[in-house]
């Protein structure tokens, strides 16, 4: 009889000391992020630390104790920190590689949203992209603005018409001359002089 009321003794009490555990975990580390936090604080009055360091450091301290505080309670949960280790780090590692790879494109929408909101030139200006101050570069009228391309339409000196297409970062990387829409346009004429 002792055995069996041992045994639901234990069995009733071991999720008790688990959950203490828990708690204790997060009491900690509570604790610790403010305790870092204010010592954090008074180092920055002591030695008059700029609010620009100060600020990161701890929002980077807060997240690695709470982060670590949050691993230890999974793993008393029954969670094994290898496994979960494992899933982030593939998560992360997948996440860099996708990133890398579609960066050319986000980065021509977003200087897409930055040449529709900021204006740098718009429909019927006469642009030209300057590789090099003493090289000529590519002059055109901005006939359309998409999400990837800005098109411009260039005039050769039979007066033929061609259109070139050029990445929106490009317009953020070089030198932009701009001339409005309503001046005379002759392709050459600068390329010559």
Not at 55 to 69: E, K, N, Q, T, Y
Request: glycine letters at 8%.
């Amino acid at each position: 009889m002792n055995e069996v009321y041992l045994f639901l003794q234990q069995s009733w009490l071991q999720p008790v000391f688990e959950g203490l555990k828990i708690l204790l975990i997060v009491l900690v580390a509570y604790i610790l992020q403010r305790l870092v936090w204010r010592g954090l604080t008074r180092l920055g009055e002591r030695y008059q630390l700029p609010v620009e360091l100060l600020l990161p450091l701890r929002g980077g301290l807060r997240w690695f104790i709470m982060g670590s505080a949050f691993i230890m309670v999974l793993e008393r949960l029954g969670v094994s920190v290898t496994v979960l280790w494992t899933a982030v780090s593939g998560f992360i590692a997948v996440a860099a590689v996708a990133f890398f790879a579609i960066w050319s494109v986000l980065s021509n929408l977003f200087c897409a949203v930055l040449i529709f909101t900021v204006g740098p030139f718009r429909l019927g200006d006469v642009v030209e992209v300057l590789d090099a101050s003493d090289k000529p570069g590519i002059k055109g009228r901005v006939a359309s603005i998409n999400l990837l391309f800005t098109t411009l339409e260039e005039v050769d000196e039979h007066g033929n018409t061609c259109s070139v297409q050029i990445p929106n970062t490009q317009f953020f990387q070089k030198s932009v001359r701009r001339w409005r829409g309503s001046e005379p346009f002759t392709l050459f004429s600068n390329r010559d002089e």
